[in-house]
């Protein structure tokens, strides 16, 4: 076992398959001094499979400022101690950020050991060929809150990653279906890597349907994702292109200007489409 550095390792878990878990990861989860975890009972099962007897602390959202302040004396004591979530990547729609943030504050190292993800696993295998995802995560629970956030992602040039609750699940895609436009896609990944996994495409106004017709359907574990909103009508996927570019670079009323000159295009709907992506994307 090489000798591990004084850092905190943050270190990815499987989703479900326990074999998705990296030679690194094993590595470093039997030579640290200390394993901080959302739930020391699912890491316990976890580090068993494995042979590795490290001593485990409880670090969740509710005690994650405590917890990270012993982690940081321990760290600074010399300690190495690894993080991990109960599943897939810590900090993401997982506790971790605050530790990380406060150790990092606290000038000491932190080192990511990147693995599963049940959003990258999800857009793997969804198979879109929209050029740019943007990871959402859990909507709100709450109706009013949640169609608004779903509002005010529909213009947003991009494919929507959303993590979902089975409870919820027919209620979110309902809300998606009513406020995204028609011509989208859904990709329903659910139970990623575990025995009744199961990815399915499909217009997005069809999911409903599809949910409700075997309960089966709504169990598990799930990751929603939605194509791209279509091109703008009167605007082509080229010139769409030419103009996300420059307004990558240049101020709203350029970006258009040099987009009509080199698309020939009207200047005027480049200015309103650029106008709309730049809201999109702020
Ligand atoms: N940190 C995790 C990651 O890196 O993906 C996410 C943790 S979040 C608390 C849990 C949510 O992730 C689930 O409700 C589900 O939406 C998604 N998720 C986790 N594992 C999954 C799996 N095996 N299949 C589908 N979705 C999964």
Known sequence: MPDMENALYVVATPIGNLGDITLRALDTLRGVDL????????????????????????????????????????????????????????????????????????????????????AIAAMSAAGLADERFLFIGFLAARVGARRTAIAELAPVNAALVFYEAPHRVLETVTDLVELLEPQREIVIARELTKMFEQIERMPLGAAPTWLAADANHQRGEFVLVVSAPPPREGIDAETERVLAALLAELPVRQAAKLAAQITGEPKNALYARALELKNALV
């Open 35 to 118: 394993v901080a975890c959302e739930d020391t009972r699912h890491a316990r099962h976890l580090l068993d499979h494995h042979g590795i007897g490290v001593p485990t602390l409880a670090l969740h959202q509710h005690n994650e400022n405590e917890a990270a302040a012993r982690l940081i004396r321990l760290l600074g004591e010399g300690k190495s101690v690894a993080l991990v979530s109960d599943a897939g990547t810590p900090g993401v729609s997982d506790p971790g950020a605050r530790t990380v943030a406060a150790v990092r504050a606290a000038g000491l190292r932190v080192i990511p050991l990147p693995g599963p993800n049940a």
